[in-house]
């Protein structure tokens, strides 16, 4: 293979939950189009991004963390994540500066191995251990599986994330576009405003609510002057989660929307007009009607 050819193929950022993949994306794209949180299990579904140099185009397939499924809605999870190292032509396996070895990375080493795809290891959260954590951390992973390469990152300072691009660059095959260059991702903007809404309500909520929330926009529409409308349905399991999300007079709703719109406004470039409803609809998680309305199916 030459090493002058213009390279594109898919990559599948995968690992446990919580450890930064879609932080990691979004540095890597230069945008942020996926939501991210301090909770476990933000990301519900596959959401594929893309990034053009003169080199080549990388898409990347940002996938739920893996975690032990306790209903549908996880079960979906983990099978997306899963189901994705087959689809791609490298994985980026990315893992926080731990010398143990887990649960949720041993199950994903051995779908990896069986996918018998080539992995880049990324070490993220660098920022927060020493240089000898990083290389033991190393030695672990590549002990357990058969590693082309590892970069030490920090997705949130932005540190290695370059070097981590011309890597990925590397071990891509040659071939032409994919994706107009202009392209980011393919999600709709609706999508991502409820993304958007989902991410500030994973944020400001507690305890068990936040992991009970889906958000689906129902309206969706520019005006004439330019202003866009959008209302929103943010799910929820209970009647006492319903009455969390709508906080004291109404306070916490106000505070998911002031801060939902902001981000919407930014993406949009446009006035948002954004009206929030809160709708209990019963153990919806573990409901394969409503999750397939929802788009957790594939
Ligand atoms: N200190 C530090 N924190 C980070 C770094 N990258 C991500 N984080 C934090 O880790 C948390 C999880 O980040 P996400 O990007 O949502 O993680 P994820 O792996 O996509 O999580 P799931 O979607 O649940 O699988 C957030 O609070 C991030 O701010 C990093 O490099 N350093
Ligand atoms: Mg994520």
Redo the contacts with the bound molecule.
Sequence with gaps: MSDTGYRSGFVAIV?R????????MNHLIGMKIAI???K????RRRMRTVFTNDRGQIVFL?T??IHLAHNKLSEYMDSTAYRSVDDVDLILF?VEPETYIGKGEQQMISRIRASGKPVILAI?????VDEDRIRKTAEVYCGALDIKETAA?????GIGIDSLTDAIMRYLPEGPALYDEDTVTDETERDICGEIVREKALRILRDEVPHGIAVSVERFKERDDGIIDIDAEIICERDSHKGIIIGKGGSMLKRIGSESRKDIEELLEAHVNLRLFVKVRKDWRQNTGILRSLGYNE
């Design positions: 690992g939950t919580n450890v930064g993949k879609s932080t990691l991210t949180s301090n476990p299990q933000t990301t940002d739920p963390g990315v993220n959260k660098s920022d927060t990152v920090s997705a949130l300072k």
